[in-house]
């Protein structure tokens, strides 16, 4: 371009400016110009000295247009401003780019109840299963083309948080980035916060590293999701948990809050209304006048449904509705120990308290710790003798290699503690840290690591004794229940065993073998919930 095509609000480009450049003046400096001009992307100012040469480079809009675009660039780009419109005039646009088919409770909570509020500050309390990651991904979506949001957190227990990212995904097709420790660690010197629109991270990490949640807090949402908002609660004003610190934090940063749950309510309506002060501390001040907008079924910014009342679409030739979910029939089937196994769990207990009052005496971390293991031997119990006698087993085995190298227990044993959210870590997570656990000794004495070593070797010969018997009560009463159920003579029928423990895993799936059962075992692994593996661990008849 030419010196004197320099004119005021002419826009220039080229390869001296990282953008396009709107002029504001243009001086002449003998064979040089002199050119102030505003970014157009940046509004950064730009005052440089070009000589005729660079001018030469630059390129210039025309004064009138020309016309000569391309025509099919210029039909997309018209296309793109309806479809941004589009709400305008279907007011249920997001289902006609989501991969989801809506049920008319969750469309009901979107568009009647989020959606018509200014400031989207509310508490989703259905039931489990009503589909509350669909309504907060409608929700998202619905959003999001009304260009009301662009930054956007989802905070969710540790073991969810690549579910959501895949049902986003999936669904929605919307892209969220999992913040851990790791990713934190690899953005040193950063803020992945600030430099990632849609996030997902875990409620339980984020409060309880101080680096997690500073960064954090440097960072503004325009709309934040918390997913079993209930760990978020507090026991009283005085005694304020980590979570519910973070979610007061997180209400201050974000104009859109969005908190769900399926069991909101723990019977206090103080610690309730604790809860709900995370959306809004004048709304939900007064406890009476909640209970009152209560028992009105009229809280504001607050729903929730339960199973029995969620329904199909009415039939287009009947006009009836079908409920969602069977109805269900609760059976509790009552067994008692026999008395050898009376006998096991009574000496079981007397080692347990033995340990317990040990463990208390030392007020370490260490000592905490082996509390926690003895508590969860008994807990291993209630699930199968066969669990209990594996931790048993390897608790000797440890205590044996202590004691012929006790000065290099010393020197290996580090302090370990329960981490605060160890009921929300995934299952193999919480299995290492019992593993790490049943390591540790109350005492590295050699008179009482042998003493420990006969109580130990004891309760595991029981334990065979009573497997050996093959008379289990809790296995006895499955074997009774599934056989009235007609498991045994019907080969089609399908059956569903959940348990806690991998270890009693393991022992039902060669029980149920040896009865001459098929069976597929599905174990919970940490990385099951990424995307593509099974996500529940079950015992299935095939």
Same mark, same amino acid.
């Given at each position: 371009?030419?010196?004197?095509?320099?004119?005021?609000?002419?826009?220039?480009?080229?390869?001296?400016?990282?953008?396009?450049?709107?002029?504001?003046?243009?001086?002449?400096?003998?064979?040089?110009?002199?050119?102030?001009?505003?970014?157009?992307?940046?509004?950064?100012?730009?005052?440089?000295?070009?000589?005729?040469?660079?001018?030469?480079?630059?390129?210039?809009?025309?004064?009138?247009?020309?016309?000569?675009?391309?025509?099919?660039?210029?039909?997309?780009?018209?296309?793109?401003?309806?479809?941004?419109?589009?709400?305008?005039?279907?007011?249920?646009?997001?289902?006609?780019?989501?991969?989801?088919?809506?049920?008319?409770?969750?469309?009901?909570?979107?568009?009647?109840?989020?959606?018509?509020?200014?400031?989207?500050?509310?508490?989703?309390?259905?039931?489990?299963?009503?589909?509350?990651?669909?309504?907060?991904?409608?929700?998202?979506?619905?959003?999001?083309?009304?260009?009301?949001?662009? &930054?956007?957190?989802?905070?969710?227990?540790?073991?969810?948080?690549?579910?959501?990212?895949?049902?986003?995904?999936?669904?929605? &097709?919307?892209? #969220?980035?999992?913040?851990?420790?790791?990713?934190?660690?690899?953005?040193?010197?950063?803020?992945?916060?600030?430099?990632?629109?849609?996030?997902?991270?875990?409620?339980?990490?984020?409060?309880?590293?101080?680096?997690?949640?500073?960064?954090?807090?440097?960072?503004?949402?325009?709309?934040?999701?918390?997913?079993?908002?209930?760990?978020?609660?507090?026991?009283?004003?005085?005694?304020?948990?980590?979570?519910?610190?973070?979610?007061?934090?997180?209400?201050?940063?974000?104009?859109?809050?969005?908190?769900?749950?399926?069991?909101?309510?723990?019977?206090?309506?103080?610690?309730?209304?604790?809860?709900?002060?995370?959306?809004?501390?004048?709304?939900?001040?007064?406890?009476?006048?909640?209970?009152?907008?209560?028992?009105?079924?009229?809280?504001?910014?607050?729903?929730? &449904?339960?199973?029995?009342?969620?329904?199909? #679409?009415?039939?287009?030739?009947?006009?009836?509705?079908?409920?969602?979910?069977?109805?269900?029939?609760?059976?509790?089937?009552?067994?008692?120990?026999?008395?050898?196994?009376?006998?096991?769990?009574?000496?079981?207990?007397?080692?347990?308290?033995?340990?317990?009052?040990?463990?208390?005496?030392?007020?370490?971390?260490?000592?905490?710790?082996?509390?926690?293991?003895?508590?969860?031997?008994?807990?291993?119990?209630?699930?199968?003798?066969?669990?209990?006698? &594996?931790?048993?087993?390897?608790?000797?085995?440890?205590?044996?290699?202590?004691?012929?190298?006790?000065?290099?227990?010393?020197?290996?044993?580090?302090?370990?503690?329960?981490?605060?959210?160890?009921?929300?870590?995934?299952?193999?997570?919480?299995?290492?840290?019992?593993?790490?656990?049943?390591?540790?000794?109350?005492?590295?004495?050699?008179?009482?690591?042998?003493?420990?070593?006969?109580?130990?070797?004891?309760?595991?010969?029981?334990?065979?004794?009573?497997?050996?018997?093959?008379?289990?009560?809790?296995?006895?009463?499955?074997?009774?229940?599934?056989?009235?159920?007609?498991?045994?003579?019907?080969?089609?029928?399908?059956?569903?065993?959940?348990?806690?423990?991998?270890?009693?895993?393991?022992?039902?799936?060669?029980?149920?073998?040896?009865?001459?059962?098929?069976?597929?075992?599905?174990?919970?692994?940490?990385?099951?919930?990424?995307?593509?593996?099974?996500?529940?661990?079950?015992?299935?008849?095939?």
């Amino acid at each position: 371009m030419l010196a004197h095509q320099l004119k005021l609000n002419v826009i220039i480009h080229g390869p001296l400016f990282p953008e396009p450049v709107q002029v504001i003046v243009a001086t002449p400096l003998g064979a040089a110009v002199k050119i102030v001009g505003k970014g157009l992307r940046t509004s950064q100012v730009y005052e440089p000295i070009l000589s005729l040469e660079q001018l030469a480079t630059l390129e210039a809009t025309p004064e009138e247009e020309p016309f000569d675009g391309d025509a099919t660039r210029f039909r997309l780009g018209i296309e793109a401003m309806r479809l941004a419109l589009a709400y305008e005039y279907d007011p249920y646009f997001t289902l006609s780019i989501a991969r989801v088919d809506p049920l008319p409770h969750q469309l009901e909570a979107v568009y009647d109840y989020f959606l018509k509020l200014p400031r989207i500050r509310f508490l989703l309390a259905d039931d489990p299963g009503a589909g509350k990651t669909i309504m907060a991904g409608l929700l998202i979506k619905e959003l999001k083309i009304r260009g009301l949001i662009q &930054r956007i957190l989802i905070v969710t227990p540790a073991n969810l948080s690549f579910q959501w990212q895949r049902e986003m995904q999936d669904k929605f &097709r919307e892209h #969220f980035e999992v913040i851990r420790s790791d990713v934190l660690r690899a953005n040193y010197g950063s803020n992945p916060w600030q430099e990632k629109n849609q996030v997902v991270t875990s409620v339980s990490w984020v409060s309880r590293i101080e680096d997690a949640k500073d960064s954090l807090l440097r960072s503004h949402w325009d709309l934040i999701v918390v997913d079993e908002a209930h760990k978020m609660s507090a026991y009283s004003a005085d005694k304020k948990t980590l979570a519910y610190q973070l979610g007061e934090a997180l209400s201050v940063m974000t104009d859109h809050y969005l908190l769900m749950t399926a069991t909101p309510h723990k019977g206090d309506p103080q610690n309730f209304c604790l809860f709900l002060e995370l959306l809004d501390r004048d709304v939900y001040g007064d406890v009476r006048s909640l209970e009152e907008a209560m028992r009105r079924h009229a809280a504001p910014f607050y729903l929730r &449904r339960v199973k029995e009342a969620l329904v199909t #679409f009415p039939d287009p030739d009947t006009g009836r509705v079908k409920t969602l979910f069977t109805k269900r029939q609760v059976q509790t089937s009552e067994f008692q120990i026999d008395d050898d196994e009376w006998d096991f769990y009574d000496a079981l207990t007397r080692y347990v308290e033995d340990q317990s009052i040990k463990a208390a005496a030392d007020d370490s971390a260490c000592g905490r710790a082996l509390g926690f293991t003895m508590a969860m031997l008994q807990r291993r119990f209630a699930s199968s003798i066969y669990a209990v006698r &594996r931790s048993l087993e390897r608790m000797k085995d440890r205590r044996e290699k202590i004691l012929a190298d006790p000065a290099g227990y010393r020197q290996e044993q580090i302090l370990r503690r329960v981490p605060e959210d160890f009921d929300d870590l995934p299952e193999d997570e919480q299995q290492e840290i019992l593993e790490q656990l049943e390591n540790i000794v109350a005492s590295v004495d050699p008179a009482a690591l042998r003493e420990e070593i006969l109580q130990l070797t004891r309760l595991i010969d029981q334990a065979r004794v009573l497997e050996q018997r093959e008379v289990e009560s809790k296995l006895v009463k499955l074997r009774e229940v599934i056989t009235e159920q007609g498991v045994f003579q019907d080969p089609k029928m399908k059956l569903l065993i959940f348990t806690e423990h991998k270890d009693t895993l393991d022992y039902l799936v060669g029980k149920l073998r040896a009865w001459r059962l098929s069976v597929t075992q599905i174990p919970r692994r940490y990385e099951d919930r990424r995307p593509g593996h099974a996500e529940h661990p079950y015992l299935c008849r095939a």
